[in-house]
């Protein structure tokens, strides 16, 4: 009898782990691994480093107390524009930032409650807005951007409330509008008076860092600009006072030092594109304006002029950009999730709770992803966001996936 209830138990507990084992086992396997189809462009082209040069005035400024800038970097001002209010103390300039906060978080509000096409909305759109402002906030903390916390958290914040909306999770923000709106008007009546402020001899955009080669570069260096010279530039020292400088006219330059036989693909006049490590402006439109060459004849600068300014531009004074050949654009997935179905290229999307083959017009390819064109919308073609199979066994048009 005793060796019978041993028996049972053992069995008892062979039951038991199995069963533990099948429950872990359900609650990790995945028939199959998915990613969603995403929109993307692909370049070829010439990587290239560059160096900026602008028409740039330290703006110098001996003035007590605590400065508040009325611009932000990259902004445009006129000619005797003010660019700084000047305060007592930093409190003041404290407060100016907390009232700036206010008035656009309240602008932000009451245009979501204006807002009454509700039901037109992409959700989906909207998710990749929260996630986006979410990753620049990240990226800016990271990379010790903390000039660039401030916006991306009010970002972030105005997103997350635009997709309450639209979900329905908050639909009255009434009340956050009334103390949103009593906060500004106390600290208006608190703020104090400048006791003076900056202005600009002359119109341009205004950034508010120096780093020296505001006096050793100018636009009347691109006739006599030499790779020798580009590749020796040292910055001069810059004013303890300098609060920031201007950068006047339209149009500045961007000179690349390069190999004689790669200057000869181009030539003065050229209208081309280049691309850039700027997240806020990936593409640039810029003109061929001087191809110098070296005195050895082995190697030549190339400048190109651009108008196109933005603050991140206006701060920007070497890096590296892409000179750009061809663009691919279309839905990018990984490279193991080409298939091939009667030698036709194609990929499994799922599809409720199936999975279904659709062919795939591949225009860019590499050893890690692909880029397929994005068709007209409709079923039987891959779409925006389609869920698209990466891994899994035995896959089949039509076979049911758990």
């Avoid at 190999?259 to 081309?272: F, H, N, R």
Wanted: proline fraction near 2%; include cysteine; charged fraction near 25%.
């Amino acid at each position: 009898m005793m060796r019978d209830n041993k028996v049972l138990k053992i069995i008892l507990c062979i039951i038991a782990i199995v069963f533990i084992v099948h429950q872990i086992y359900s609650s990790t396997y995945k028939p199959i691994t998915t990613v969603s189809a995403e929109y993307y462009t692909a370049v070829e082209g010439f990587p290239i480093n560059i160096t900026i040069i602008r028409e740039e005035k330290i703006i110098e400024s001996n003035t007590d107390g605590a400065l508040h800038f009325t611009i932000a970097d990259g902004e445009r001002v006129s000619k005797n524009g003010v660019i700084a209010n000047v305060y007592s103390d930093a409190s003041a300039s404290v407060i100016v930032n907390r009232i700036e906060q206010l008035e656009a978080r309240i602008s932000d509000i009451e245009e979501m409650q204006n807002y009454n096409d509700v039901e037109a909305t992409d959700i989906k759109l909207v998710n990749n807005k929260v996630n986006d402002s979410l990753d620049n906030l990240i990226r800016g903390i990271a990379t010790g951007n903390y000039s660039s916390v401030e916006v991306n958290s009010s970002e972030l914040l105005t997103n997350i409330s635009r997709r309450q909306m639209i979900t329905g999770e908050a639909t009255d923000f009434s009340a956050r509008l009334d103390e949103l709106k009593g906060e500004l008007d106390q600290l208006k009546a608190s703020l104090p008076q400048p006791i003076g402020s900056i202005r600009t001899d002359e119109s341009g955009y205004f950034v508010s860092t120096v780093d020296g080669y505001e006096t050793v570069l100018s636009c009347d260096d691109i006739e006599s600009l030499t790779p020798e010279r580009l590749e020796t530039l040292k910055k001069a020292e810059t004013p303890k006072n300098a609060i920031g400088k201007i950068v006047s006219g339209y149009t500045w330059y961007i000179a690349a030092s390069v190999e004689i036989g790669d200057s000869l693909k181009y030539k003065m006049g050229d209208k081309l594109t280049l691309q850039t490590t700027i997240r806020s402006t990936p593409y640039i439109d810029v003109k061929v304006e001087k191809i110098n060459t070296s005195k050895e004849k082995n190697k030549a600068i190339i400048i190109f002029s651009c108008d196109e300014m933005n603050s991140e531009l206006a701060s920007m004074r070497q890096g590296s950009m892409t000179i750009i050949n061809s663009t691919y654009s279309g839905l990018k997935l990984p490279a193991k999730a080409m298939r091939f179905k009667d030698e036709k290229a194609g990929v499994f999307v799922r599809s409720g709770m199936t999975i279904k083959f659709v062919e795939v017009n591949v225009i860019y390819k590499t050893d890690e992803y692909f880029i397929c064109e994005q068709q007209v919308s409709n079923d039987s073609v891959l779409r925006l966001y389609d869920d698209v199979v990466v891994k899994g066994k035995n896959l089949y048009d039509g076979k049911i996936i758990d």
